[in-house]
């Protein structure tokens, strides 16, 4: 499955539009790997002060291409400083979200196109692509109302371009997975926390114990 030497780490990215409870499954799935757990936008001091400016509603709009490119600034760094290390010291690494989600958010969403969106991306992490990819896939409504849950003023900038930015998101999700089908599972986030962590663990041992026999 993986392209690099057997004794790096295995990097796993948890996918999946807003309000499907990817966060949550992210960080049981990492503790349940004793696997470094980290996230995007963020990972590192500088990735966390991008991250606030990208996402905080009060602040300054980035025009679309500025959206792609401080996503992209956040994750060269997360990449440099802390992903990279820790799969080359043979730690195993979950990220809540990583280049599909820029594919998916600006590339699709925003549509500035998934080819050029992908080719920044390229260049942000020198090509350190997931060895796996987990899709958190809700029914959109549940989605839409565990986000309308929040209390008002809660969602971020990216949460408040609404339903239409989000269907388009997980449509993007859906195709991504189905052309990539040996990269990625996808997983009903339907149900309970323990449910879904459940599930997600079942697919995640069945792909990495694979991944290994190759
Ligand atoms: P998310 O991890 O869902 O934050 P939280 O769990 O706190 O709600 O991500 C924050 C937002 O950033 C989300 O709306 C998706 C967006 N995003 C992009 O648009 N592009 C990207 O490349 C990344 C990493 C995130």
């Known amino acids: 499955m993986s392209d690099r030497l057997p004794e790096t780490g295995r990097f ?3 996918e999946g539009a807003d309000g499907t409870g990817k966060s949550t499954q992210a960080r049981l799935l990492a503790e ?3 696997a470094l757990f980290t996230r995007e936008p963020g990972g590192t001091p500088l990735g966390e002060r991008i991250r606030d400016l990208v996402l ?3 602040g300054p709009t980035p025009v679309d291409r500025a959206e792609a490119l401080l996503m992209a600034a956040a994750r060269a ?3 440099e400083m802390v992903v990279g290390p820790a799969l080359a010291d043979g730690r195993d690494v979950v990220s809540d979200r990583y280049v599909a989600s820029s594919i998916a958010y600006q590339g699709h969403g925003r549509g500035l196109g998934a080819a050029p969106v992908a080719e920044v991306n390229e260049f942000a992490t020198g090509g350190l692509a997931p060895d796996l990819v987990v899709l958190i896939e809700v ?3 549940v989605a839409g109302s565990r986000l309308g849950d929040d209390r008002e003023g809660e969602l971020d900038r990216i949460e408040q371009a609404g339903h239409d930015l989000q269907t388009v998101v997980v449509d993007a999700y859906r195709a991504m997975a189905a ?3 040996d990269r990625w599972v996808v997983v009903d986030g339907g149900g309970t926390v323990d449910e879904v962590a459940a599930r997600v663990a079942a697919a995640v041992d069945a792909r990495l114990d694979s991944g ?3």
């Open 56 to 58: 905080d509603p009060s």
């Open 32 to 34: 349940r790997l004793g």
């Open 179 to 181: 052309a990539d089908p």
């Open 12 to 14: 796993i990215a948890v």
């Open 77 to 79: 760094q997360h990449v």
């Open 212 to 214: 290994r026999d190759r």
């Open 139 to 141: 029914a959109t409504p």
